[in-house]
């Protein structure tokens, strides 16, 4: 006899899929994408928010975290930031609306809401894998972002923002771009905002042959938010792809990065960096495909834990057979500042060649002790102590940018966190 059980629709659940209702005859897309909106949603409905069981999702129970959604709110009214990068292109998504854009000579811009109504980016809305919550959600909900294309050999001049602001309610937004052969960028991808809010971001990212890409991710939702981002990318034949993602604020943060190196001499790099406090919950998921010849990697998570605050670091390394000469690398590294927080690590080697370089570690301490006697001994107040030691345990991470600016926005950033919760 086989015994079925049902389990019950949290309060969470039964509002995406309620949205999902509602939205559906007002958000863009032709036949082909409402075909693809509507699996996600059934997806949903079927296995519901995942939980600890399923592997990816142990460390954060979505179905236990997520206890409310709110309301989408259509006369909610967002307000732009300041750029992170003086001097930067800003393409603005207002509340889940893309905004006007400038003109940015080597590139071509589309509003995501385009891509959806002529069904080019219906592909795009296939989940990554059964357990992939956050491309059903936002497959199922997204209203607008942004598309680049960066022409073949183009060097942009000026960073591009792309800036999610929010008022609270849900957004959410899909972003996307197509890198030409050579061409040289530095892309920013923020998220700011006020109020509670469900937030979810899909970035689908491919780096032509030759290419180089910087990306910064910059997470500064308030206390009230939950952030669900992905970001996804296909690296070409000797391309270089640096990923900065820096998480800031947010109530239930998860950051996911799969990345397949899938061209011959292909380069990816991972700089982060999570500032936890208060009842914060944040996680970073990573796959990192390397599936050509003489690809490499390396990956570097910085984290500051205090209050009550709790965070994951999931990092797989997975080389492919013909994926011979890899060269990857991945260290996670915490700092706890408070008995109550916490943070979890998982490495995970999935190797089939047999000639590669591959390793990871992992750390967890508290501040030193004598560090911080030598510098409150010399006059220096234990508050400003505690922010110098950590901040220098950062700037590492960030200096390796290796661009002034990026450095001095970042570590302003930086010095803002500890202003607040130092």
Known sequence: MNIQTTQTRTAAEKALIDTFATRLPNLPGDASVTVKRKEAIAALEARGLPNRKIEAWHYTDLRRLLTTVPAFDARAVAVSAAPLLEGSVVLPILNGKAGKAPAVQGVTIAPA???LADGSFAPALQPTTDDDAVGAINAALAADGWFLDIADNAALATPIELQSAQAGGQVHTRLAARVGDGAKATVVERHVGTGDALVSSVTNIVVGDDAELRWLIVQEQPVG???LGQFNAWIGKNAKLTLFVMNLGGRLVRQEIRVDAKGEGGEF??????????????????????SAFGTNSTEVIRNIVTDKAEGAFQGQIRVAQQAQKTDAKMACNTLLLSDEGGFSVKPELEIFADDVVCGHGATVAEIDRNSLFYLMARGIDEKTARGLLVKAFLAEVIEELDDEAIVEALEAKLDGWFAAHG
């Not at 406090?277 to 495909?289: P, Y």
């Open 113 to 115: 809401a385009e891509k």
């Open 269 to 290: 790099t991972l700089r982060g960096v999570n500032m936890l406090a208060g009842s914060t919950h944040c996680d970073v998921t990573m796959v990192l495909d390397h």
């Open 225 to 227: 938010a939950t952030h």
